[in-house]
């Protein structure tokens, strides 16, 4: 969670910030950045996920038996699926963050109107 902020407010979360020259890093930047809050959010479901299904599956058995089971009850990919995509998002983040820096080269000033006409 600490890394997804950073990364938005170093970016201004793509939206707040200057405007970006049309180009190939600004199309990578935005795929990234969906990319990037997609894998977070898998993320967070996955760890969440685990974490309530196994509090379900000991909140009751210290009542039953006299050894309380570990955290190896719950099945081993539900939190490495978790990890994995916490991985997947930080090198998305930093994709995202690289693409966005290049397209800051030659940004377009403010005052640009429209198209301007040459003289013939």
């Given at each position: 969670?600490?890394?997804?902020?950073?990364?938005?407010?170093?970016?201004?979360?793509?939206?707040?910030?200057?405007?970006?020259?049309?180009?190939?890093?600004?199309?990578?930047?935005?795929?990234?950045?969906?990319?990037?809050?997609?894998?977070?959010?898998?993320?967070?479901?996955?760890?969440?996920?685990?974490?309530?299904r196994n509090a379900y599956h000991t909140k009751?058995?210290?009542?039953?038996?006299?050894?309380?089971?570990?955290?190896?009850?719950?099945?081993?990919?539900?939190?490495?699926?978790?990890?994995?995509?916490?991985?997947?998002?930080?090198?998305?983040?930093?994709?995202?963050?690289?693409?966005?820096?290049?397209?800051?080269?030659?940004?377009?000033?403010?005052?640009?109107?429209?198209?301007?006409?040459?003289?013939?």
């Open positions: 969670m600490a890394s997804q902020i950073l990364i938005m407010a170093a970016t201004k979360c793509l939206c707040c910030g200057r405007p970006l020259r049309p180009s190939r890093s600004r199309v990578w930047a935005i795929v990234f950045f969906i990319t990037c809050w997609m894998a977070f959010f898998i993320a967070e479901v996955c760890l969440l996920a685990g974490s309530v009751y058995r210290p009542y039953l038996s006299q050894n309380p089971p570990s955290c190896e009850t719950l099945r081993k990919g539900v939190f490495g699926a978790g990890a994995a995509f916490i991985f997947f998002t930080g090198v998305f983040s930093e994709l995202f963050y690289v693409s966005y820096s290049k397209t800051g080269d030659g940004f377009l000033p403010r005052d640009t109107t429209g198209i301007r006409m040459g003289s013939i």
